[in-house]
Structures are given as C-alpha cells and as structure tokens.
C-alpha cells in the first residue's frame, strides 16, 4: 500500500480537512495515477454533508479526475507510464450482467463501484476519491485524455461533460432539432456547447437575466427568461428536446408544454421534493419525460473524443487545495463559471 495524501469530510457538520489514506498496491490490471486536476461536483457536496443520507465517513470527494500514469500492473495493455487519462464516477462493475454487458455500465444490476462513498466489488472495501493526490484503478475504467486540451479544463467532462453527451447522444440529437436546455450552471453549460457542436439548435431557458451574455458566448442561439410568462407562452410546442439541468424544485409541466408532439424532456437533476406532472400534459401529444444518469465507460471514451475533435472544454476556476470549503459554498450559491477545478499540486506541496 501507498500513503497518501488527501481532503477528507469526517463528519456532515465538518469541513473538509487534510487526511491521509492508504492506496492499494498496484495488482495485475491496475493503473496508479497521479492526480493533476479533480473538478468539484455538487454531488461532492451532497455526499460530504450527508445530504442523500448514505455517507460513510471520513468521505475523500471528486469524481472528475485528470491525471497522469505512474505505475502499471503486468497485465495492462492499454496503459503506461507517462500516459494522461481520466477517472470518471465509477471505477468498477459486475461486469457480467446484462448492462455491464452491453457497456451501460452505470446502470449495473449488481451494482458499480462509484468512485467515492461505494464499496468495490470485494463489497467491503471503501473507495476514496480524487481529492487525493493519487488514485489505483482497474485498466477497465480508465479513460485516455487528449493532452491538446487544457486539461484542468477537461476534468469536469468526466461528470458534467458525459452527464450531458449521453442523453444527446442516445436520443440522437443532430442537426435539424430544436434543443433547449434547462439551467445555466455546471451541467448546463456543457450541454450547450454539446448539443451545438451536434449540429442542433439551441435555446437556453433560465430564470437569470445575467445569463444571456454568457449563454450566447457558450453558442446558445436563442435565451429565454422562464419568469417571463407572456413569454414562456409563445414557447409552446416549440422544441424536439429539452435537457433539464436543474435540480431546485421546480414546475416539469411548464417545460412540458414546450415539446414538440413526440418531443422528450430528459431529467439530470434531482430536486428535493417529488414533482407533480400532469398526465395530461404527457397525452396529449405523445410527451415522454424521461431520466439519464451518466454514460457507461465505453460512451465516455466517445465523449472524450468528440470534445478533443470539436476543441470543446468545460469553463472553470482553478483553486488550490485548501480553498475547497470556499469553492463548495460558492458552488451552493452558484458563483462559479461553471465549474471549481482544484489544482491537486498545491496539495502536493
């Protein structure tokens, strides 16, 4: 094993602190990496606060992780040393059910191994995340990063960025469809750019007037202020998709109202409170409101790649280390564009 390093929460009450844990030896399949750049994700938050009520504490957040190989098994083909990849939200599955099998592993029926708060497949080993400054994963979930991008701009893909590829992509957004996204933040911002680079027409809906600059430098085409009713009104039956970033509560049926007959509304939030939708409002119309969580392994390669091709990042503000309690509180009142990145040398140092 390998000491080392790390921010952990101990308690829901606590702010995240300097830890030290202890990383496995590196076995037959396994890449060590050295942590460059781990982005801050709300779920870090959530997690580290015990707000989904299953931390297990201490808990080492960050699931958006850049770095570079240190070490290889004697089995890894796909790997060496030198070589930049990413980690994303899972380092492990069954690998045997259906859904593994057909590369979603997200979706596994036995359960993955999320890359913090989870338990890898041994089911007693916790795992600890990428505010560390190293990190031993199986070759399986490592992810090769084009190095002609920033990359402390390319860590949020592996949350935010595969987030908002996978529902765009598996309903086949492209060129000739009218998308409008939900919420300007961490996940909105990247589906912007996304669902632009495929070709789509894109309109921002948010409830900040502030955003319109932002939205059309993101390359949104059209804004539209969802405190306007006169105009939310005249967006009626209006788009083929929309992707709902927000995870406030707030009223599905008046997004509803905007689809297009067969139009989908993909849910990436999740708001506190349980949402009420109106049969009606799906019926009329052939509306389907659906949910996605990330993209399996496989497709966040494809991620990755399409972003490197298309030169799209994520916007971000770098940190250091011991600014991540700041960075979290920001995040909750939503003062960051669009995306807290820490700078895992600062906790090297």
């Not at 085409?221 to 405190?227: D, E, G, I, S």
């Not at 008046?254 to 007959?261: D, E, W």
Request: hydrophobic fraction near 40%.
């Amino acid at each position: 094993m390998t000491n080392v390093k790390a921010y952990a929460a101990a308690a829901a009450d606590a702010p995240l602190a300097p830890f030290r844990l202890d990383r496995r030896t590196v076995e037959t399949d396994d890449v060590e990496i050295e942590i460059l750049y781990c982005g801050v994700c709300h779920s870090d938050i959530h997690t580290a606060r015990n707000e989904w009520q299953n931390t297990m504490y201490p808990v080492v957040p960050g699931h958006e992780i850049v770095g570079r190989v240190t070490g290889a098994g004697s089995g890894v083909t796909r790997f060496k040393t030198g070589d930049v990849v990413g980690v994303g939200c899972f380092v492990d599955s069954c690998r045997t059910c259906s859904n593994c099998r057909d590369g979603l592993e997200q979706y596994c029926e036995n359960g993955h191994s999320q890359t913090y708060n989870s338990y890898l497949q041994d089911r007693k080993t916790i795992t600890y995340g990428g505010y560390s400054t190293h990190i031993v994963v199986t070759q399986d979930f490592v992810l090769k990063v084009s190095e002609n991008l920033p990359l402390q701009n390319v860590a949020p893909l592996l949350c935010a960025g595969i987030t908002t590829y996978s529902p765009l992509r598996h309903w086949g957004v492209g060129a000739g469809h009218r998308v409008a996204v939900v919420g300007l933040g961490g996940l909105g911002h990247m589906a912007v750019k996304l669902a632009v680079a495929m070709g789509a027409e894109v309109t921002m809906l948010s409830r900040s007037a502030g955003k319109k600059d932002d939205a059309e430098r993101l390359g949104a085409h059209h804004f539209a202020l969802t405190t306007d009713q006169e105009g939310v009104k005249k967006l009626g039956n209006q788009f083929d998709f929309i992707i709902d970033t927000v995870s406030a509560e707030h009223d599905y049926n008046v997004y509803l109202s905007m689809l297009k007959t067969n139009g989908v509304m993909v849910l990436l939030g999740v708001p506190p409170v349980p949402a009420d939708v109106a049969a009606a409002n799906l019926i009329f119309g052939r509306k389907s409101l659906v949910g996605s969580l990330v993209g399996g392994i496989r497709e966040t390669q494809e991620m990755l790649d399409f972003c490197a091709e298309h030169n799209i990042v994520s916007d971000v503000e770098v940190i250091p280390m011991d600014r991540i309690n700041e960075a979290f509180e920001r995040t909750i009142e939503g003062d960051v564009r669009y995306r807290f990145v820490i700078d895992m040398k600062t906790l090297k140092d």
